[in-house]
């Protein structure tokens, strides 16, 4: 048997989910000199591009423009994409082990991490990952029923997710509606009752996680006025030390000059408070009607930050119909795939999947992205990710260090076993026919996209034959 790599056999590579992660990975792997290689993507909706088109905000476009990049990787002949094919479902990690000389998890973190407090089971209470996959029309959340016949919303947490959410709830619907936000949405949107949305941090300006640019864009909005407590800005030592940072200083400075434009007069309210943590969800019939808070001392952490400690200090928001905890993403196990149940993310050293945290190394199988360090960073933060555990990948592959077994790496192989199971695969073209219909239905409405919501839309619309891709 010939070594892969080479080019009369080419290492044979499947990479699990096609969001930024995965394609990055497909790219490091392309563009690593000397390699000869074959990648096989697969995701399990018919769609790629996984958060750059479910997670980023209908109205960042710009940021939705890294998926012509996405496309001009898949559009390599050495690359093949399986949409609408699921690992744990449609095949099995020995399938891909029979196939592949090196698998890629790039799964990203699907779950989130709960609160833990009082009445966050309550009707009302959602996650904003929820929200946003909903205002995002993926499959998984479109069905979702929010209700937005409250007066007031509260979004737990002060990261980038946590503003967008703000911001989705917060702004004109009708400026929404020209963009590829979900219909179902859009329509929800026009009738909501929501007035104020507060926004919730533990901790201070200071250790505000979200991005300066995001903060800005909630004072930007036209119809809202966004409201700061000059008493929950005022930095203790530490945190004064901390504007050291630049991104921290322009987020403080910003929330300075809000605190001076006072309460406005507009007739929706964005109420950014800080130091405080929810501690109960108050339900009436079944269903959140307000929030208690406590408001929180910050104390120096021993790290150069500050860590959040309860005051025995409360206070109840009324009229809170809907609460949306933003307090981190979280992975959720594959089957088949070690996970670090601690860590919420598949178990590896330095993107080597291992098979348990701090556990012999898995041969032959690596992890890229979310699914690899956790849920932090912006889309750009992936490629770096990526790079290194191709890297990883070319090194091992050199050393000989892959999993001794026999591969079928034939190119049939994997959309024969496809068929053989009856899967509706969806090749990259027809993925592409897809989305010229959705930017064609969107053009009618008057909007970039109209997407696809339902699975079974998208097969129908291609009408994908139980077979493999067609090359
Ligand atoms: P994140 O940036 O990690 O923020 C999580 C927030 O939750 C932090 O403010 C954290 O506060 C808070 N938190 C955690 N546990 C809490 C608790 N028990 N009670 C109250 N607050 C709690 O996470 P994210 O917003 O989900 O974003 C994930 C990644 O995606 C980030 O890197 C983000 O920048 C990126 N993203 C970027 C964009 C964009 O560029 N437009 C949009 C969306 C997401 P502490 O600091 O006190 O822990």
């Known amino acids: 048997m010939s070594t892969p790599g080479t080019a009369e056999r080419p290492l044979c590579v499947a990479v699990i989910g096609a969001g930024p992660s995965g394609f990055y990975a497909v790219e490091a792997l392309l563009k690593t000199p000397g390699l000869n290689v074959r990648v096989d993507l697969f995701d399990r909706l018919p769609s790629p591009y996984g958060l750059a088109r479910g997670g980023v905000a209908p109205d960042h ?45 790039a799964v990203g973190c699907e779950s989130d991490r709960k609160m ?8 009302g209470s959602y996650s904003a990952t929820d929200f946003v996959g909903w205002y995002n029309g993926h499959p998984d959340y479109r069905d979702l029923p929010f209700d937005l016949s409250c007066e007031a919303a509260a979004v737990v947490g002060i990261g980038n997710v946590a503003i967008d959410v703000v911001r989705i709830l917060a702004q004109d619907p009708e400026i929404l509606a020209r963009t590829d936000i979900a219909e179902h949405a859009v329509s929800a949107l026009r009738k909501s009752k929501v007035k104020r949305v507060y926004l919730l941090g533990r901790r201070g300006p200071v250790q505000a996680a979200f991005s300066p640019k995001e903060i800005e864009e909630l004072g930007e909005i036209e119809r809202a006025d966004l409201i700061v407590k000059e008493d929950e800005i005022k930095l203790d030592e530490v945190s004064k030390a901390g504007l050291c940072d630049a991104s921290a200083k322009k987020n403080y400075d910003y929330l300075c000059e809000a605190v001076h434009k006072g309460a406005g007069s507009k007739d929706h309210k964005i109420l950014a408070r800080f130091s405080v943590s ?25 790290k150069g930050s500050v860590k959040a400690r309860g005051s025995g200090q409360f206070e109840t928001i009324e009229g809170v119909g809907l609460v949306f905890r933003s307090v981190g993403y979280r992975g959720i196990p594959v089957p088949g795939v070690p996970f670090d149940e601690k860590a919420g993310r598949v178990a590896n050293d330095n993107g080597r999947v291992v098979a348990a945290a701090g556990g012999p190394v898995v041969l032959s199988e690596y992890v890229v992205g979310w699914a690899k360090r956790g849920p932090s960073g912006l889309i750009g933060t992936n490629r770096a990710c990526s790079v290194a555990t191709a890297a990883t990948m070319v090194e091992d592959l050199k050393a000989g260090r892959l999993a001794q077994r026999g591969v079928d790496a034939s190119m049939e192989s994997t959309p024969r076993l496809l068929a053989s199971k ?8 027809q993925w592409k026919a897809i989305d010229k219909l959705e930017v064609e239905n969107g053009k009618k409405a008057g909007k970039i996209r109209e997407k696809f919501t339902r699975v079974s839309e998208m097969l129908a619309a291609v009408d994908a034959p139980a077979v493999g891709p067609k090359a």
């Not at 833990?116 to 009707?123: D, F, R, S, V």
């Not at 509706?424 to 073209?429: D, G, P, R, T």
Request: no cysteine; hydrophobic share 35%; charged share 35%.
């Open 116 to 123: 833990g407090i009082p009445g966050e089971e309550l009707k």
């Open 422 to 429: 009856g899967v509706k695969v969806v090749s990259f073209a």
């Open 61 to 105: 476009q710009k940021i939705k423009a890294v998926t012509a990049v996405y496309d001009r990787v898949a559009s390599d002949p050495r690359v093949r994409f399986f949409g609408n094919v699921k690992l744990g479902r449609d095949v099995t990690v020995d399938d891909l082990r029979e196939r592949y000389d090196q698998i890629v998890y």
């Open 278 to 302: 929810p501690v109960e969800l108050i339900g009436k019939d079944g269903r959140v009607s307000a929030i208690k808070l406590e408001r929180n001392n910050l104390e120096p952490d021993g």
